[in-house]
């Protein structure tokens, strides 16, 4: 239990998505105006994250990864190569029916996501996910739990950036720093805060 909640911390913060990584910076950055829509995107990230990183490192050890058809007598078969299709394929799928059962049970929610549910089909951190759990050997759940911790750290991150840039939006910046240009500031900043969790781990 302390190894996974390790896991999901160091998930969370000392591998934090967009301020570590460096990684779905797209919208950590143009989805950051406000506090409600960072939240919403927040939400809908660490659902897709935490479901998609376990159900992708279920798919590649049972059915892609080398030796999983040796209980069909085919030990040689490597399936490995489609990972990156496969990955693609059950994000793609995941967020539609995440989408169709919201709209279908969850209206109010569903229309309080708004375009954030489709725009993770093509998140390059929820794809990172996936292929971090596989190339550190997680288990199904260290994946589940990896991915729910990435995808709280993202929340983290958005929401943060978004409080703060919603208290200077009336404040008399430089003409040069307004709109991205102290969006970028404090994403540099925060990045460097936040790197300070990974020298804590080192120490």
Not at 64 to 84: F, I, R
Request: net charge neutral.
């Amino acid at each position: 239990m302390n190894d996974l909640a390790s896991l999901f911390l160091r998930a969370a913060f000392v591998e934090n998505m967009p301020l570590t990584l460096f990684l779905g910076l797209c919208t950590f950055l143009a989805l950051s105006r406000r506090t409600g829509t960072a939240v919403g995107l927040g939400i809908a990230v660490t659902l897709v994250l935490g479901a998609t990183a376990a159900l992708n490192q279920a798919i590649y050890h049972f059915i892609l990864a080398p030796g999983a058809w040796t209980w069909a007598g085919m030990p040689e078969l490597d399936l490995s190569y489609l990972k990156l299709i496969a990955f693609i394929g059950v994000i793609a799928a995941s967020v539609q029916l995440i989408e169709m059962v919201l709209d279908r049970y969850f209206p109010v929610i569903y229309s309080a996501f708004g375009v954030f549910l489709p725009l993770l089909t093509v998140h390059c951190a929820i794809l990172a996910g996936s292929l971090f759990t596989v190339e550190r050997n997680y288990d199904v759940t260290e994946s589940f739990v990896f991915g729910l911790g990435g995808g709280a750290g993202f929340a983290i991150a958005v929401i943060m950036l978004a409080g703060i840039r919603q208290r200077l939006a009336y404040a008399d910046l430089p003409a040069g720093l307004r709109g991205l240009g102290i969006t970028f500031v404090l994403a540099g900043m925060m990045s460097l805060g936040f790197s300070a969790f990974a020298q804590m781990v080192v120490a």
